[in-house]
Each structure stands twice: as C-alpha cells, then as structure tokens.
C-alpha cells in the first residue's frame, strides 16, 4: 500500500529533482497545499495570493524515513522566508504529513538537526491538507527543461549554499 508525504523546499521544480537524484522509483507530482483558495494557478502561488505551498507529493511503498533524511539535506531549514533566492511564504519549507509516524519521525529529526546546529528549524511539520496538482508543464520539468532548470541551479547557486549549511554534518 502507498503511503503518500508532501515536501516544501522552495521551487517544486528543485525538490522534485533532488529527490529523484535521492530514488530515482519515487513516484512524485508537484503541486500546492496548504493555502485557503481552491485550484490555485501558478501564477497566483508564485505571486503569494493563496498561502499555498509549492509542494512534492512523495507516494511510496517504501519507508518514508529516508525520504525524509534526504529532504532536510536539500533544504535550508533555517531560513524562515524562503529558500535561496525564491523568497516569500509560498517557497519556505514544511514537512506536510499523512501518519502519525511520520509525524514523530519528522518532529525527531527536526529537534536533531536544532540541538546539532544551535540555531532555530523553521522547517513547520504540518499534517497534509488538500493538494492542488501543478500545472503540467511543471512535473519532471528538471528533464523536459534541463537547459532552463540546470541555468536556474547554476544562478541561485543552490548546490554551492547546500553544501556550506550542512558542511561537517
């Protein structure tokens, strides 16, 4: 049986990608959670008029708790206004969960990565609201515009911040 889990980490676009680097067998969809207005657009998302999230909807047969070691590792969890250079509620970063175990794990590493790092998760571990499925365009978009995802990277200089917040970890 699938269980399903949702990811904020910014641009949908960035998680889904790092994901599939992650396991490469998840079946994802990116989308929106979280806000008040039914079938938001991207476009509203994008300019903040819904409170939704751009989330991945992770659904799996298999133990989330990796999925979810790997999702910190591809976030900056302290960052309380977005993530990189998309700033705004609609790119901070949220756990949206489905069980009550992946409550506890989530909640669990959280507190880890706080005591570790001495200073403040602003990662929120929320239970999973109505998801609003992206626009197709946006699914896989990191293959089916690998030129404009890989510019997008390069310019936010994503792996480079990554790796110098959780050096030594």
Not at 69 to 76: G, K, L, Q, S, V
Not at 118 to 147: D, G, M, R, W
């Given at each position: 049986?699938k269980?399903?889990?949702?990811?904020?980490?910014?641009?949908?676009?960035?998680?889904?990608?790092?994901?599939a680097?992650?396991?490469?067998?998840?079946?994802?969809?990116?989308?929106?959670?979280?806000?008040?207005?039914e079938?938001?657009?991207?476009?509203?998302?994008c300019?903040g008029?819904?409170?939704?999230?751009?989330?991945v909807?992770?659904?799996?047969?298999?133990?989330?708790e990796?999925?979810?070691?790997?999702?910190?590792?591809?976030?900056?969890?302290?960052d309380?206004?977005?993530?990189?250079?998309?700033?705004?509620?609609?790119?901070?970063?949220?756990?949206?969960y489905?069980?009550?175990?992946?409550?506890?794990y989530a909640?669990?590493?959280?507190?880890?990565i706080?005591?570790?790092s001495?200073?403040?998760?602003?990662?929120?571990?929320?239970p999973?609201?109505?998801?609003?499925?992206?626009e197709?365009?946006?699914q896989?978009?990191?293959?089916?515009?690998?030129?404009?995802?890989?510019?997008?990277?390069?310019?936010?200089?994503?792996?480079?911040?990554l790796?110098?917040?959780?050096?030594?970890?």
């Amino acid at each position: 049986m699938k269980t399903k889990i949702y990811f904020a980490g910014g641009c949908f676009w960035c998680v889904e990608a790092d994901l599939a680097k992650h396991d490469t067998s998840l079946n994802m969809l990116p989308g929106y959670m979280g806000g008040s207005i039914e079938n938001p657009t991207y476009q509203e998302v994008c300019m903040g008029l819904t409170g939704h999230y751009e989330v991945v909807r992770v659904a799996t047969e298999k133990p989330v708790e990796p999925i979810i070691d790997a999702f910190w590792r591809m976030i900056d969890p302290f960052d309380p206004s977005g993530q990189l250079h998309d700033r705004g509620l609609q790119y901070r970063t949220a756990i949206f969960y489905t069980t009550e175990e992946q409550k506890s794990y989530a909640i669990q590493a959280k507190k880890a990565i706080q005591e570790k790092s001495n200073q403040i998760v602003h990662t929120l571990i929320l239970p999973a609201k109505k998801f609003y499925q992206a626009e197709v365009y946006h699914q896989k978009y990191h293959h089916k515009n690998s030129t404009r995802y890989e510019a997008y990277v390069r310019s936010s200089r994503r792996h480079e911040k990554l790796a110098k917040i959780w050096e030594g970890d």
